[in-house]
């Protein structure tokens, strides 16, 4: 089994820093890419940053310039460094990853994190 587990979330005030992790592990093949994602209450859950295996890397408009997405592949581990809080940064935050378990077959499957909160508040 393949189990996706969040770390470093928090309460923060405005202008503030955070830095997530988000650790895979069971039997894993190779990660492809991997996210962060976010869901305030009563909002849908949107993307917030993703990474390829080949380092690329995507983020909405709403957080780029404050936030940094990165991986290391020797721990499975991604990671997302967020700055210059704002309160409508709070929300429920989640990692995915889309992983190969085994070498002889291609298939991959995306699995999902339980969470980690991050509220901005004064």
């Known amino acids: 089994q393949v189990q996706l587990v969040e770390s470093g979330g928090g309460l923060v005030q405005p202008g503030g820093s955070l830095r997530l992790s988000c650790a895979a592990s069971?039997?894993?093949?190779?990660?492809?890419?991997m996210g962060w994602y976010r869901q305030a209450p009563g909002k849908q859950r949107e993307l917030v940053a993703i990474?390829?295996?080949?380092?690329?890397?995507n983020y909405a408009d709403s957080v780029k310039d404050r936030f940094t997405i990165s991986r290391d592949n020797a721990k499975n581990t991604v990671y997302l460094q967020m700055s210059s809080l704002k309160p409508e940064d709070t929300a429920a935050y989640y990692c995915?990853?889309?992983?190969?378990?085994?070498?002889?077959?291609?298939?991959?499957?995306?699995?999902w994190g339980q969470g980690t909160q991050v509220t901005v508040s004064s």
């Open positions: 995915n990853a889309i992983i190969r378990l085994v070498s002889n077959s291609p298939n991959e499957y995306l699995y």
């Open positions: 990474i390829t295996s080949g380092l690329s890397t």
């Open positions: 069971g039997s894993i093949f190779s990660i492809n890419a």
